[in-house]
Every structure is written in structure tokens, then in C-alpha cells.
């Protein structure tokens, strides 16, 4: 019979390391981060928030100055990598609408 476990399991979720990392990912995007949030051009476009074994996440469906946000809850590495590449779509949505 074959299995799909190979004996070993994926590493733990590392939240405080995940954040620093994905933190950097969104300076590389060229978001201002001011506190916990990022903003492009003065309107806040993401949040994060650290857990104790997660990161709650919100990203703004708008870039406006009061906007409406998708909250997402970061709990693997999977998870944070989703995260980010719909960051990178809203941002491509939002370029495209100005």
C-alpha cells in the first residue's frame, strides 16, 4: 500500500518569523508601513496582527480612505503565501483602476 505521509510532517507554523517575512514582502511591493498597517499612497490597504500561534490578516477589497476589508487568518506557511499573492492581485486591481 502507498501513503502519502513519508514519514515526516511539514515544520510548524513559526508566526513571529512568518510576519518578519511577509512584513518584508510588502516593503518589497513598495507599501509605507506605519504601525501594523502598510499603506499605498496615505490609504491603508493591509493590516496584521500577531497571535499567539497565528497572524490575523485584513486587506482592503478598495484602496479608499475608509476601506471595506477581508480579514483572513494566517495559520501555515500555505496560508501566508495565499495571503500574499492576493495582495499582489489587489494591488494589479487597484493600479488598474486609476
Known sequence: MSSDNF???PPPF???DALVQLKRQLRDLKLSERGSRFELK???V???ALQADHIDARI???????P???AY????SADTR???DSVKRQMNKWSADE
Open 42 to 44: 496615505g490609504r491603508a
Open 82 to 84: 495565499t495571503f500574499f
Open 46 to 48: 493591509v493590516e496584521l
Open 14 to 16: 513559526n508566526a513571529p
Open 60 to 66: 482592503a477589497k478598495r484602496a479608499s480612505m475608509t
Open 73 to 76: 487568518s494566517l495559520k501555515s
Open 68 to 70: 471595506d476589508w477581508a
Open 7 to 9: 514519514g515526516f510532517a
